[in-house]
């Protein structure tokens, strides 16, 4: 499951960033740091399950972080 969730993350992610790079048009770009962020957060739940502690808090701190970005982002906009 987290496997399927970690691709569709990643594939609508890679979307909105090619979309924003073929438009010049930025105004999405908080949608596309929350599911990067989204794509963060299931990585580090998949090496928590792996027993490796330290990436996954890596990926946890990174989550949390373009979260932040991410409203920001909106509540600028």
Same mark, same amino acid.
């Given at each position: 499951? +987290?496997? &399927?969730?970690? #691709? &569709?993350?990643? !594939? !609508?992610? &890679? +979307?909105?960033?090619? #979309?924003?790079l073929v438009s010049k048009n930025y105004?999405?770009?908080y949608i596309m740091m929350f599911l990067l962020g989204?794509?963060?957060?299931i990585l580090g739940? @998949? @090496?928590f399950r792996k027993e490796k502690k330290m990436n996954g808090w890596l990926f946890v701190i990174v989550f949390l972080f373009s979260l932040f970005v991410s409203i920001k982002g909106f509540l600028l906009s």
């Amino acid at each position: 499951m +987290l496997k &399927i969730l970690r #691709y &569709i993350f990643s !594939v !609508v992610t &890679i +979307l909105f960033a090619a #979309y924003g790079l073929v438009s010049k048009n930025y105004q999405f770009n908080y949608i596309m740091m929350f599911l990067l962020g989204l794509t963060m957060l299931i990585l580090g739940l @998949e @090496e928590f399950r792996k027993e490796k502690k330290m990436n996954g808090w890596l990926f946890v701190i990174v989550f949390l972080f373009s979260l932040f970005v991410s409203i920001k982002g909106f509540l600028l906009s």
